[in-house]
Antibody, heavy 119, light 107 residues
Framework: EVQLVETGGGLVQPGRSLKLSCVAS????????MYWIRQAPGKGLEWVSS????????YYPDSVKGRFTISRDNAENTVYLQMNSLRSEDTATYYC????????????WGPGTMVTVSS | DVQMTQSPSYLAASPGESVSISCKAS??????LAWYQEKPGKANKLLIH???TLQSGTPSRFSGSGSGTDFTLTIRSLEFEDFAVYYC?????????FGGGTKLELK
């Protein structure tokens, strides 16, 4: 059974940093792209980052480019999201998701971890 | 960026009824569209990909149609477990974008 469990969320002041983790199980982690997607309170979903199987290629939308960094440790079946220079608009539930393997959609999601950016 | 517009935002229906949700893209995305279901306390669930292909485990009462810019998710003979929020997502080009969601409520 595929499982994705995010940790690391919490309350952080604007301008500070936070690192999220997502531990995966139930599939061959090193064979799949992984993603972070977020949802601000009362809002829709926003794709935040992608990473390829070996971590050599990463992608971000303009809203987080230069501030967020996705990485992975295939030995630990874990994907990370380092978030720097946090802003109030980064307040959201952050979800880890697995690539379906055949195209760029997400076949499994974690339950999410909440990040609140506030002074 | 490709803008994804879902309608309606809210939809009230009763078990046994059929409903349709629209998702329109601001430019052609071929058939590179997925539908997801969001329920409180549960992980988001992939229902349909490639516009109309049911993900393994998705009940056959769900169907997807469309290509280019106009897509539709149809749920026939609603069951209680179907009352949830539904999102479309385009994966034709970066950045991947989602529709604003449709909340399907019990009438």
């Amino acid at each position: 059974e595929v499982q994705l469990v995010e940790t690391g969320g919490g309350l952080v002041q604007p301008g500070r940093s936070l690192k999220l983790s997502c531990v995966a199980s139930g599939f061959t982690f090193s064979s799949y792209w992984m993603y972070w997607i977020r949802q601000a309170p009362g809002k829709g979903l926003e794709w935040v980052s992608s990473i390829n199987t070996d971590g050599g290629s990463t992608y971000y939308p303009d809203s987080v480019k230069g501030r967020f960094t996705i990485s992975r440790d295939n030995a630990e079946n874990t994907v990370y999201l380092q978030m720097n220079s946090l802003r109030s608009e980064d307040t959201a539930t952050y979800y880890c998701a697995k690539d379906a393997g055949s195209d760029w959609y997400f076949d499994f999601w974690g339950p999410g971890t909440m990040v609140t950016v506030s002074s | 960026d490709v803008q994804m517009t879902q309608s309606p935002s809210y939809l009230a229906a009763s078990p046994g009824e059929s409903v349709s949700i629209s998702c329109k893209a601001s430019k052609s995305i071929s058939n590179n569209l997925a539908w997801y279901q969001e329920k409180p306390g549960k992980a988001n669930k992939l229902l349909i990909h490639s516009g109309s292909t049911l993900q393994s485990g998705t009940p056959s009462r769900f169907s997807g149609s469309g290509s280019g810019t106009d897509f539709t998710l149809t749920i026939r003979s609603l069951e209680f477990e179907d009352f949830a929020v539904y999102y479309c997502q385009q994966y034709n080009e970066y950045p991947w974008t989602f529709g604003g969601g449709t909340k399907l409520e019990l009438k």
